[in-house]
């Protein structure tokens, strides 16, 4: 991960030399920033607007075949969740699945698999039996199911 370089006004002056050190900063800032590396400044100017982040956690083990829910937990905080999504991966990890619809009253959708509840400590993911991942491409453990990709605010 590059580190974030703080350069001086001096080193953009029309007489200065372009440096090694400049160079290095002007190529590794971009990155820090895109990775939300320690240190860096905000780069939103208004101050009235949360600034975003996002945090994507392994699912781990999960035999989808014969167990319809898993809990996923993460460490932020629920009042600074803005959304969350889901990606799955098949047993050979050929093919990628989104979790979509949303929850109706009964607490389930209609799509195969949803995301039942966000907590302040997990996210719930729920198989509905007889769909698209309630069969053996779905059962092998011993890899990573998955991703939960959370969209989070940092006030």
Do not use: C
């Not at 370089?5 to 920033?33: F, H, K, Y």
């Not at 989808?64 to 629920?78: E, G, K, P, R, W």
């Not at 969740?81 to 990606?87: A, E, L, P, Q």
């Amino acid at each position: 991960m590059a580190a974030w370089t703080t350069i001086p006004d001096s080193d953009l002056d029309p007489e200065s030399p372009i440096t090694t050190g400049l160079m290095q900063a002007l190529r590794d800032n971009p990155v820090a920033i895109a990775g939300a590396v320690s240190g860096i400044p905000d780069v939103l100017l208004d101050a009235t607007l949360d600034k975003i982040r996002f945090k994507t956690i392994a699912i781990g083990d999960w035999n989808m075949d014969s167990t319809a829910t898993v809990d996923v937990n993460h460490t932020l905080t629920i009042g600074n969740i803005r959304s969350v999504s889901v990606m799955i991966r098949d047993d050979l990890g050929t093919t990628h699945y989104q979790a979509t619809g949303s929850v109706d009253s009964t607490g389930f959708a209609s799509a195969d698999l949803q995301i039942s509840l966000v907590d302040s400590v997990k996210v719930r993911l729920h198989r509905l039996g007889a769909g698209t991942f309630d069969n053996t491409g779905f059962n092998a453990t011993s890899f990573n199911r998955g991703w939960v990709t959370i969209v989070y605010a940092v006030p």
